[in-house]
């Protein structure tokens, strides 16, 4: 008789506890059905509107699109898909949020608040890569026909490619105190090449190279004023145009390029 009035008491609680579960899960499958969708949307959008000021054309200029060669996804596709994940992330959090505190939405909290510096991170190394290569694109206009022309166009576009890279780095904050020590070593590798050859019985070799670059600076001097002067303004407005136009005008007219995937 206890045995009975035991399974029966258990076959309550087994009946409560299930009635009181089927309303959060019916509840969870709603929020994550309908934020996937939504997450999927704002990522189209994001994607098209990308494409539409020609974002694509203008970032392919700076070395991205070697980057991402060998990948189905260009530059707006995958800022859409970080959107769509960090978008999605959040839905997940609300969606376990439904059965109360537990440690999956512990683990999404963490995820979510890292996810917007990634994003952040992306598009700093985008801008950067970007401004490389106007700026190297200029400088080659301007001052190709010299003999260091090339040398100093290319050292500028690496230089800011490289500091855009190590601010997305300390901006996510992965190893920072890793990230740090590599950007002051590469600081200590220049300065102290530059110690040991001008300083351990390197000065007078060194005077004789800094007297030779000079007195070809002197010589070229007057050509790279000339040439600065006459195609100087007329790369600049180029370069301004050029980029109006692909904003406004895209390469693929806002559309999809054929082959590409661009919905998560």
Same mark, same amino acid.
């Given at each position: 008789?206890?045995?009975?009035?035991?399974?029966?008491?258990?076959?309550?609680?087994?009946? #409560?506890?299930?009635?009181?579960?089927?309303?959060?899960?019916?509840?969870?499958?709603?929020? +994550?059905?309908?934020?996937?969708?939504?997450?999927? +949307?704002?990522?189209?959008? +994001?994607? /098209?509107?990308?494409?539409?000021? =020609?974002?694509?054309?203008? #970032?392919?200029? @700076?070395?991205?699109?070697?980057?991402?060669?060998? *990948?189905?996804?260009?530059?707006?596709?995958?800022?859409?898909?970080?959107?769509?994940?960090?978008?999605?992330?959040?839905?997940? %959090?609300?969606?376990?949020? #439904?059965?109360?505190?537990?440690?999956?939405?512990?683990?999404?909290?963490?995820?979510?608040?890292?996810?917007?510096?990634?994003?952040?991170?992306?598009?700093?190394?985008?801008?950067?890569?970007?401004?490389?290569?106007?700026?190297?694109?200029?400088?080659?206009?301007?001052?190709?026909?010299?003999?260091?022309?090339?040398?100093?166009?290319?050292?500028?576009?690496?230089?800011?490619?490289?500091?855009?890279?190590?601010?997305?780095? *300390?901006?996510? @904050?992965?190893?920072?105190?890793?990230?740090?020590?590599?950007?002051?070593?590469?600081?200590?590798?220049?300065?102290?090449?530059?110690?040991?050859?001008? @300083?351990?019985? @390197?000065?007078?070799?060194?005077?004789?190279?800094?007297?030779?670059?000079?007195?070809?600076?002197?010589?070229?001097?007057? /050509?790279?004023?000339? %040439?600065?002067?006459?195609?100087?303004?007329?790369?600049? %407005?180029?370069?301004? %145009?050029?980029?109006?136009?692909?904003?406004?005008?895209?390469?693929? =007219?806002?559309?999809n390029a054929p082959g590409r995937i661009i919905t998560p």
């Amino acid at each position: 008789m206890e045995d009975s009035v035991n399974f029966k008491e258990g076959l309550e609680v087994a009946w #409560v506890n299930f009635m009181t579960f089927l309303p959060k899960a019916l509840m969870f499958a709603i929020i +994550l059905v309908a934020g996937y969708y939504l997450a999927k +949307l704002l990522a189209k959008l +994001l994607d /098209r509107a990308l494409e539409r000021i =020609g974002f694509d054309n203008m #970032v392919e200029r @700076g070395g991205i699109k070697k980057a991402l060669a060998r *990948s189905k996804y260009d530059a707006s596709d995958l800022l859409s898909k970080l959107l769509f994940y960090t978008a999605f992330l959040f839905v997940l %959090q609300l969606a376990f949020g #439904v059965f109360g505190h537990n440690p999956v939405s512990d683990l999404l909290t963490r995820m979510v608040a890292f996810l917007p510096s990634l994003f952040v991170a992306v598009i700093i190394v985008i801008i950067a890569s970007a401004i490389g290569a106007g700026v190297r694109d200029i400088l080659k206009s301007t001052l190709g026909g010299m003999s260091y022309g090339n040398f100093l166009a290319n050292a500028a576009s690496t230089a800011i490619i490289v500091l855009g890279v190590f601010a997305a780095l *300390s901006h996510v @904050g992965i190893a920072p105190a890793i990230v740090n020590g590599l950007f002051y070593g590469l600081l200590a590798v220049v300065c102290g090449s530059a110690i040991i050859a001008i @300083g351990g019985g @390197g000065i007078a070799p060194m005077r004789a190279e800094w007297e030779r670059a000079l007195g070809k600076v002197r010589k070229e001097a007057p /050509r790279v004023a000339e %040439q600065a002067a006459s195609k100087g303004p007329q790369t600049v %407005q180029a370069k301004v %145009q050029e980029w109006k136009e692909l904003a406004t005008h895209p390469a693929d =007219g806002g559309g999809n390029a054929p082959g590409r995937i661009i919905t998560p």
